[in-house]
């Protein structure tokens, strides 16, 4: 990893865009909240219809805007609403991770889990620890690109 | 310029108690577009709804922002609301401040910052929000019953006696499913078979329904009001219109080496077979694994015999395609499978069985007719035990989280039964704890207790041993702390359920969600118990969770309650967030096309305007019935011409832009 891209020692302001399916991950968070399962606040979610409605271009536009990490959170393998939706997405996302690392980000930046409707703790606990990850990782200043930002 | 309402709900303390609500309306009101911001106690109530009506009157506002619980929870309310105040109800974006925010943080602060952030990105969208219309499509008025046990047959007769068609497809050659496998129920000891059979009869009679066993679903494509399956029946090498029951071929078959699904086992059937005596329709099936015709070529005794000429090997699987309306999923329940567990003996000691096992061997009908024998040597048994819980609430990998429901139930029943028919067999009963909420169900377990002397012994049984001729349970014993090994005749294992092993294979199928255990999932757990969050998808009996027999029927009804809802109405609204492709952007390489699962775009000639030029171009069309909004075409799209109402590219981006 290059140096300039991580401070890990220093506390820094972590932001994390999670976009997530309607049908399970969005309803996945949704159990969470039921559950008052928490994690933490610097995970913002976008709705989506599906996982495969996620453009590259989202998660590069946060890239830039200075997010530390994005997530996209889909119902399981099989378990797509719209039937292949998450293949197509697991299929792209593989795909930028390798951009990203060619950029000379760390790919574990962006990340791809599957929550369903019905695991709420998991929704919770994959969002705890993408956190952690970001936290190890330190401030994204690779691609943070200062003029995007208003 | 827009004219943007907040609307911050309290969700009495819900939210009010961690997100500083007020700030939250305060904070938006600086942002440009925003005209009206207010915070109030419960947005969802009448109150709430005219608060949000009369802004829009008085300030003319153009978009709505309500910051609330889910969208998922109220999204529908707050657009009917301002579409009643004459706003397009497409113009509404929900924050969702309280699944997504209050109830995950505990810190005021932190927790009403992210509160705004989430208002901001609503804002940021909403501006780019354009009005939608629905179009209609619409209803199939006809149902598919997926299973023919109690809970399919109930729905199946509700829908029927309610005027609508219902087809029930069931896999195994006969309706009936788990209970007509049952002895009797519980908390009444009335005998499951004459319950049942009547039920069986109706649906089989009724002019409104059709009965597809031995079938399978092959195929589910379409979405609510317009579902088209495919149902295979599978070859059942009679004629069911010539047949007529008499059973002699049955009588006749030589191979009779197969077990009986039906009796679990416990004996053997011949390959042609009804599996049992109520079976509706009463018809045999050739399993032709089993058939010395098939297999070998020679036989053919079962068509020599048989008086109607029914028998046709040459028959072939069929193939039915037929149109629905709404489709319910009433696909039932498996007792686990035992070889996991093998501290119980079960795969050696004949004389360990489950409780199903147990239900045919004191059935009249089964194969011991009702006489209780030990399987090892045919003598009655002088003491059993009935363990509980086996594989149920059992944390590890081989078991199931969950508790089963219905074994307290029929653990109680079977001693009961044994100490009617024979008072000096001893039983006993190892349990964890004895769960009895139902109505009469309390009463009925202390019935055991009191009045049959069963002994009820709270510990956990962790082994089971072969001793000479009878068997020692090594349990212990919570009560006293001690270790036991109590010798026994015969141990009736209470084995945890599990859905049926298609019903992962159907959610696949039907895009219906389902859980890590396999059961489908409810779109509410409270508030929707009986519907899948896909549209037109319901659910009935224990494919859903573990129930016992009242709240199985109970649940069919209830399913087949919405499915009357449904199927009343002519038409449908659809869903307007579908795709749309911008003509003059579009190269027709059509990458679209190739990504769409519901084959919903096409190629066509068009003419486009190009720079005030007509010009004859290849264009992606979207059949706007057919779609069904995922936005797979917006990303393959090279050109960024396909874009997806409601979700488009720019509001999506306005939001990661007001987010970061
Ligand atoms: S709908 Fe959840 S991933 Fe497609």
Same mark, same amino acid.
């Given at each position: 990893?290059?140096a300039a ?8 302001e972590?932001?994390?865009?999670a976009?997530?399916?309607n049908w ?10 039921t ?15 599906c ?5 590259p ?6 890239f830039l ?11 399981h ?21 390798s ?16 929550v369903?409707a019905?695991?709420?703790n ?8 993408f ?6 990782l ?13 | 310029?827009?004219?943007?309402g ?8 819900n ?10 309306a305060?904070?938006?009101?600086s ?7 207010a ?5 969802c ?9 009369? !802004? ?5 506002? +153009? ?20 579409q009643?105040?004459g ?27 992210? $509160?705004? $952030? ?7 969208k909403?501006?780019? @929000? ?18 023919g ?5 109930q ?5 029927a006696?309610? %005027?609508?068609?219902?087809d ?8 009936g ?5 049952l002895?009797k129920?519980?908390?009444t000891?009335?005998? +499951?078979?004459?319950? =049942?059979t ?5 649906a $089989?009679t ?7 066993t ?8 379409g ?5 088209? !399956?495919?149902?295979?029946?599978k070859a059942r090498?009679v004629?069911?219109?010539r047949? +007529? ?7 006749k078959?030589?191979?009779?080496? !197969?077990?009986?699904?039906f009796?679990?086992? =416990? ?15 009463n018809?045999?099936v050739i ?5 010395l015709?098939f ?29 629905? %309306?709404?489709?319910v =999923?009433?696909? /039932? ?6 070889a996991?567990?093998?501290?119980? @003996?079960y ?7 489950t409780?199903?096992e147990?239900?045919r061997?004191?059935?009249a ?14 003598k009655?048994?002088k003491s ?17 989280t969950?508790?089963?429901?219905i074994?307290?139930?029929?653990? $109680? ?24 909420p139902? &109505?009469?169900?309390d ?15 709270k ?10 001729d ?22 009736? =294992? ?9 019903a ?11 859980d ?6 409810? !779109?509410?757990?409270?508030?929707r118990?009986v519907? +899948? ?7 009935? /009996?224990?494919c859903?969770?573990?129930k016992?027999?009242?709240e ?25 967030c ?7 952007t ?6 679209c096309?190739?990504v ?6 096409s190629?066509?000639? &068009?003419?486009v305007?190009?720079? /005030?030029?007509k ?10 019935a057919?779609c ?13 011409a ?6 488009? @590219? ?8 007001a987010?970061?």
């Amino acid at each position: 990893m290059l140096a300039a891209q991580s401070t890990p020692d220093k506390e820094f302001e972590q932001l994390i865009v999670a976009f997530c399916c309607n049908w399970c991950s969005y309803a996945g968070a949704d159990l969470a909240g039921t559950a008052r399962r928490s994690y933490p606040a610097n995970i913002k979610i976008i709705r989506v219809p599906c996982s495969c409605r996620v453009n590259p271009t989202f998660i590069l536009r946060a890239f830039l805007r200075g997010a530390d990490g994005v997530i996209i959170a889909g119902c399981h393998p099989g378990d797509c609403h719209y039937t292949s939706g998450n293949y197509f997405a697991r299929r792209r996302m593989t795909l930028l991770m390798s951009m990203l690392s060619f950029l000379g980000v760390d790919k574990a930046r962006l990340r791809v889990e599957w929550v369903s409707a019905a695991e709420g703790n998991k929704f919770a606990e994959v969002m705890t620890s993408f956190a952690e990850t970001i936290k190890a990782l330190g401030e994204n200043v690779k691609l943070r690109d200062l003029r995007c930002k208003k | 310029m827009q004219k943007i309402g907040v609307f911050v709900c309290w969700c009495g303390s819900n939210i009010a108690a961690t997100v500083d609500v007020a700030r939250v309306a305060e904070s938006v009101k600086s942002i440009p577009g925003v005209a009206f911001a207010a915070d109030y106690r419960y947005m969802c109530s009448e109150g709430g709804q005219e608060l949000m009506q009369k !802004a829009i009157k008085d300030y003319g506002l +153009s978009r709505v922002v309500v910051c609330s619980c889910s969208p998922r929870m109220h999204e529908a309310t707050f657009r009917k609301a301002a579409q009643a105040a004459g706003l397009n109800p497409y113009l509404v974006e929900i924050a969702n401040i309280r699944e997504h925010c209050s109830w995950v943080h505990k810190d005021k602060e932190v927790a009403t910052a992210k $509160a705004i $952030a989430l208002a901001k990105a609503a804002i940021a969208k909403v501006k780019l @929000n354009t009005p939608l219309v629905s179009g209609e499509s619409a209803v199939v008025k006809r149902a598919l019953v997926i299973g023919g046990g109690i809970a399919g047959l109930q729905t199946a007769l509700d829908i029927a006696e309610a %005027g609508y068609k219902v087809d029930i497809v069931e896999k195994t050659p006969s309706i009936g499913g788990k209970m007509s496998q049952l002895d009797k129920t519980f908390p009444t000891l009335d005998c +499951s078979a004459c319950i =049942l059979t009547p039920k069986m009869v109706e649906a $089989a009679t009724h002019e409104n329904i059709t009965i597809y066993t031995y079938s399978e679903i092959e195929k589910v494509s379409g979405y609510v009001g317009q579902f088209e !399956a495919v149902i295979r029946k599978k070859a059942r090498s009679v004629s069911v219109d010539r047949c +007529s029951g008499c059973g002699i071929c049955s009588e006749k078959c030589p191979s009779k080496k !197969a077990k009986s699904e039906f009796d679990q086992g =416990l004996r053997n059937r011949s390959a042609i077979y009804i599996p049992f005596a109520q079976a509706i329709p009463n018809v045999p099936v050739i399993d032709r694994e089993n058939c010395l015709k098939f297999q070998t070529g020679k036989c053919g005794i079962c068509a020599k015999v048989c008086p109607a000429g029914a028998i046709e090997y040459e028959q072939e699987d069929e193939l039915v395609t037929q149109k629905y %309306g709404a489709i319910v =999923l009433a696909t /039932g329940f498996e007792p686990i499978d035992m070889a996991k567990f093998g501290e119980f @003996n079960y795969e050696y000691c004949p004389d360990v069985i489950t409780s199903l096992e147990f239900e045919r061997l004191t059935n009249a009908a089964g194969p011991t007719q009702g006489h209780l024998v030990r399987l090892s040597d045919g003598k009655k048994p002088k003491s059993i035990v009935f363990v509980s819980c086996v594989g149920s609430r059992d944390t590890t990998e081989r078991g199931k989280t969950y508790c089963s429901k219905i074994c307290c139930m029929y653990n $109680a029943k079977h001693a009961m039964l044994v100490k009617e028919k024979y008072p000096d067999i001893d039983v006993q009963v190892f349990y964890i704890d004895v769960r009895t909420p139902g &109505k009469s169900f309390d009463e009925f377990y202390r019935r055991a207790v009191e009045e049959y002397g069963v002994q009820y012994t709270k510990g956990m049984v962790g082994k089971i041993t072969e001793e000479g001729d009878h068997l020692l349970v090594h349990a212990s014993d919570v009560a006293s702390g001690a270790q036991l090994s109590v010798p026994a005749d015969m141990v009736v =294992l209470a084995t945890a359920i599990k859905p049926a092993a298609d019903a992962r294979k159907l959610a696949t199928m039907l895009t219906a969600s389902i859980d890590t255990n396999d059961f489908f999932t409810e !779109a509410h757990p409270k508030l929707r118990p009986v519907e +899948s969050p896909t549209a037109g998808i319901f659910l009935s /009996g224990v494919c859903q969770g573990p129930k016992d027999i009242p709240e199985t029927v109970a649940q069919a009804g209830a399913a087949a309650v919405k499915v009357l809802g449904l199927l009343s109405k002519d038409k449908l609204l659809t869903n307007p967030c579908v795709a749309t492709c911008n003509e003059q952007t579009c190269s027709g390489c059509l990458a679209c096309e190739k990504v769409c699962p519901y084959g919903a775009i096409s190629a066509e000639y &068009k003419l486009v305007n190009v720079k /005030g030029l007509k010009e004859r171009r290849l264009i992606a069309q979207v059949n706007e019935a057919l779609c069904q909004g995922c936005g797979a075409c917006t990303v393959a799209c090279p050109s960024g011409a396909m874009d997806l109402k409601g979700f488009s @590219n720019k509001q999506i981006m306005a939001e990661v832009d007001a987010i970061c």
